[in-house]
């Protein structure tokens, strides 16, 4: 076997070989990407400014999330129910949970968002909850404190800002229902730092004026209940009736008190307490002024009620005399005897019909048997008849005639045949018939004949006995 030596001229050492390279294609890498932050960074909250917010006609809102170094494209899918969708606007800076992803499309990593938040929202969120969790294990919110409103109210006090929308809703709602109900006006901040301490003074203000007008002896002098109201807003706006301080006020309030803040979504610390929560500060005039204005409508309407209702028992009672009247002409004797007439002459129409339709019919039978009677003429039918039956009977008589000689011929030709082959004529031929003597029976092979047997042999003329020999 040939020897290979190595050279000494080799270069390997001084030049490597290139290592395998695996190559990926764009999706393959996107993929890999994608793959990472969704499994290393996964679901994150980030903060920042919203800008170029665009809904898009599928239901999705597309924007981006920026602070002062970057910015991350953000998506909100329209099945994201968590999520409050009002709250993404250009400008607004908010806290985002969300699931980083990539879109692989465009390579572009994005924010999946699940949860959107105004910054210092998730604060104030968790200290509103710790006081309604303290408060309601204190008893504040017990259904059994809960007071009835009065039902027809003279006069009521309302704690909120005397510039603001809620009392121009109130306003405008008491004048349209209860004109005669008399405003007294604790006012107070309803938003800002001091706000909370405002409301609850306001609180106590109009009990201790309720009180005083008890003490002076004019008792229609204070106030029914107390409205603690203000508009809609965020709910750093709305925060001052969250605080401690106008809970415990409302709730040591010897007066109902009605709590109206925000709108209809908004829920409120001092909704709670309240004897009475109303959705908004129109809702809760409407609340208040219920009674007496129910009560006015069903004043206004009472009238034409008791119009409507005496008509109505009139018609009652006119169609119950018509009825009766009708009933007394149906029950009348000669009303009764009339009938019994009509009905009388109506059977008797009836029965002249059915006669004089019964005699036309059986004329008409008549005349259609006479008819038939004509065109048949039974003489002549009758002639034709007899002719039939004695050809017919000629024809029979000749038939069986040429019948038996038919049946006649072939008689005699059988018994030619059967003259042929009789005994008598075999035996005229020079045959002979040979059968034992004493029993009579016709001998075919001689095998049957045994040693001394008596035979008789006929001839065609006689017969001879013999007898067998061995």
């Not at 109201?229 to 401690?244: I, M």
């Amino acid at each position: 076997m040939a020897r290979i030596s190595k050279s000494q001229w080799e270069f390997d050492g001084l030049f490597p070989s290139e290592p395998a390279r695996k190559v990926l294609t764009v999706s393959e890498l996107t993929w890999q990407v994608r793959r990472l932050l969704e499994q290393q960074v996964g679901e994150v909250w980030v903060t920042g400014e919203i800008t170029n917010r665009r809904l898009q006609s599928s239901g999705h809102i597309y924007f981006t999330l920026k602070d002062a170094g970057a910015q991350l494209s953000c998506v909100l899918f329209r099945g994201e129910t968590q999520a409050d969708r009002a709250l993404v606007q250009d400008g607004r800076k908010v806290n985002l949970r969300g699931e980083v992803t990539v879109y692989e499309p465009r390579g572009q990593y994005q924010l999946r968002v699940m949860k959107v938040e105004l910054q210092g929202v998730g604060a104030l969120q968790a200290a509103f909850e710790k006081l309604k969790q303290k408060l309601k294990a204190e008893g504040l919110f017990a259904p059994e404190r809960k007071r009835p409103l009065p039902r027809y109210p003279l006069r009521i006090g309302v704690a909120t800002s005397p510039t603001g929308a809620a009392l121009r809703d109130v306003l405008h709602v008491v004048e349209r229902r209860h004109p005669a109900l008399e405003l007294i006006l604790a006012p107070c901040r309803v938003q800002g730092e001091g706000a909370a301490a405002e409301i609850a003074a306001a609180v106590r203000l109009l009990n201790e004026f309720n009180r005083a007008a008890a003490a002076a002896g004019d008792r229609s002098g204070g106030v029914d209940l107390i409205l603690v109201t203000r508009g809609g807003g965020s709910l750093e706006d709305l925060w001052a009736f969250n605080e401690e301080v106008v809970a415990r006020a409302i709730f040591e309030s010897a007066l109902p008190v009605v709590s109206a803040v925000g709108h209809e979504i908004d829920f409120s610390i001092s909704d709670f307490v309240a004897d009475v929560r109303a959705a908004t500060p129109s809702a809760a005039a409407e609340i208040i002024t219920e009674g007496v204005f129910a009560s006015g409508q069903f004043l206004s309407e009472a009238p034409r009620r008791l119009r409507q209702s005496a008509a109505e028992q009139w018609e009652d009672k006119r169609r119950d005399w018509a009825e009766a009247a009708q009933r007394l002409a149906r029950m009348h004797p000669r009303r009764r005897l009339n009938d019994w007439l009509q009905r009388l002459d109506d059977a008797q129409t009836g029965l002249l019909r059915c006669l004089r339709q019964g005699m036309r019919q059986q004329r008409q039978g008549w005349h259609n048997l006479a008819e038939r009677l004509w065109r048949v003429r039974p003489a002549a039918l009758w002639r034709q008849k007899r002719d039939g039956v004695q050809l017919a009977e000629q024809r029979l008589r000749e038939q069986g005639r040429r019948l038996l000689e038919a049946r006649r011929a072939q008689l005699d030709a059988l018994a030619a045949r059967l003259r042929l082959l009789g005994p008598e004529q075999v035996l005229a031929r020079g045959y002979s018939i040979t059968s034992d003597a004493a029993r009579g029976k016709v001998l075919r092979a001689a095998d049957e004949v045994k040693p001394g047997q008596r035979l008789r042999t006929r001839l065609k003329t006689g017969e001879i006995l013999s007898q067998a020999e061995g």
